[in-house]
């Protein structure tokens, strides 16, 4: 598995733009970013439902191609994490995004985003522990303050079923993000 992920890495990286990382948007992205939100959920099985509202830690992460300044197209993981019952709990939207930015003649300027996936919510810390997935959207906007360098708002929504059991929860997510072009 080790050699496959190595050969991807080095596939991607032979046949991506050889001007990637030039200053220019047009190319190879790979970025990532930190923040804190506000996750409202609601669990119900059978008659029961319960709803829980936190303040969460976010992580995002974003990886694909832009073909033009103004346009990126990418796979992106943005996962909400929290505490709960003494565990680490975390909500996972995987999914195919785009990036419409409204300036291409500076380096700052608005953008909005969106997107559609997989959602999983899982501890990954616990041994033996399960997931559940279903299916995630978000949209949003941002802006970009520095080269590089963006703040980003979204509204994520999630919803899994599984065994009878309904899952469904709405964001509300800040993060700053770097992003190397």
């Known amino acids: 598995m080790k050699?496959?992920?190595?050969?991807?890495?080095?596939?991607?990286?032979?046949?991506?733009?050889l001007y990637a990382f030039d200053g220019e948007r047009k190319g190879f992205i790979l970025g990532g970013g930190i923040g804190a939100g506000f996750l409202s959920s609601t669990e119900s099985f059978n008659?029961?439902?319960?709803?829980?509202?936190?303040?969460?830690f976010l992580t995002n992460g974003k990886i694909g191609y832009a073909p033009s300044n103004t346009l990126e197209i990418y796979s992106t993981g943005k996962a909400s994490w929290w505490g709960e019952s003494g565990k680490i709990s975390r909500?996972?939207?995987?999914?195919?995004?785009?990036?419409?930015?409204?300036?291409?003649?500076?380096e700052t300027g608005w953008f909005i985003s969106?997107?559609?996936?997989?959602?999983?919510l899982d501890t990954p810390f616990e041994t033996n522990s399960e997931s559940s997935n279903g299916?995630?959207?978000?949209?949003?906007?941002?802006?970009e303050f520095s080269s590089h360098w963006n703040l980003e708002v979204d509204l994520l929504y999630s919803?899994?079923?599984?065994?009878?059991?309904?899952?469904?929860?709405?964001?509300?997510?800040?993060?700053?993000?770097?992003?190397?072009?």
Request: hydrophobic content about 45%; some cysteine; charged content about 10%.
């Open 3 to 17: 050699k496959l992920t190595k050969l991807a890495c080095i596939l991607l990286l032979a046949f991506s733009n």
């Open 47 to 56: 008659s029961f439902s319960n709803t829980n509202s936190r303040t969460v």
């Open 91 to 106: 909500l996972l939207l995987s999914a195919i995004a785009i990036t419409v930015y409204f300036d291409n003649t500076t």
């Open 114 to 120: 969106g997107g559609l996936g997989l959602s999983t």
């Open 135 to 143: 299916f995630g959207l978000f949209g949003g906007g941002g802006y």
């Open 159 to 181: 919803t899994i079923t599984e065994k009878g059991k309904d899952f469904s929860s709405v964001g509300v997510l800040v993060t700053v993000n770097f992003l190397a072009f």
